[in-house]
């Protein structure tokens, strides 16, 4: 069965356009866990855009589920990931002018950093995966620094325009998923999914879990969070059934 991890982030996003205290993605996140949802993410990025390390350590206390980290290979968010203690932290790659995190990580030209950074998470009991293209030199780097996880970069699939290059990318995905759990890794997916391009991600089999957010925050604001994360777990459970 597929989980689902929600990203919490746009809604700090919209909190701090104000500077302000609402919305809290702290009690947007109980909200998801009382929809069903199986893991709590966020990103706290060096710049602050959305959420604050306040979050980060309130969310650690009241999460029932599963603590999702995201972060880049940055030794003061690395610092402070030790301290807060999520359940799990992804390293993604990270660029100051970006809307959104654009590709997955350079894990092979990495190595060194990488190796060094799991070194301390995973001495703390923190599971650590990969934001990664999905792209087998890079799955390989993942195997070579023994990472827990790897989450796959749905991005490009879901910006493909047409059926060809949708087709294309979603190929890239599936053989992705093969070969990673054919090293031994674990997979997840993520990034730009949404209630209708979700459904072909769902039937591959083997990812274990998908991390969505930005569509799931879009649609509460008209049916609200509960019932959008809830919407979102039916459209995965009725099309995991028949994996490719």
Known sequence: MIKLGVN???????????????????HGAILCEL??????VCHLREDRRHIQERDLFLLKEVVKTRLNLEMALSDEIIE???KAKPHQVTFVPERREELTTEGGLDVKGNIKRVSEAFKLLKNHNITVSLFIDPDFEQIEASKQ????????HTGRYADAKGEEEINKELEKIIKATEYAIST????????GLDYKNVIPICKIKGIEELNIGYSIIGRAIFVGIYQAVREMIEVIRKNEKENY
């Open 80 to 82: 402070i990931a030790l």
């Open 35 to 40: 929809a069903g949802c199986d893991s709590i």
């Open 8 to 26: 919490i982030d746009h809604i700090a996003t919209l909190r701090q356009a104000r500077r302000g205290k609402f919305p809290d993605p702290v």
């Open 184 to 191: 031994g890794l674990r997979v997840n997916a993520g990034h």
């Open 145 to 152: 620094v023994e990472a827990d996880f790897i989450e796959l």
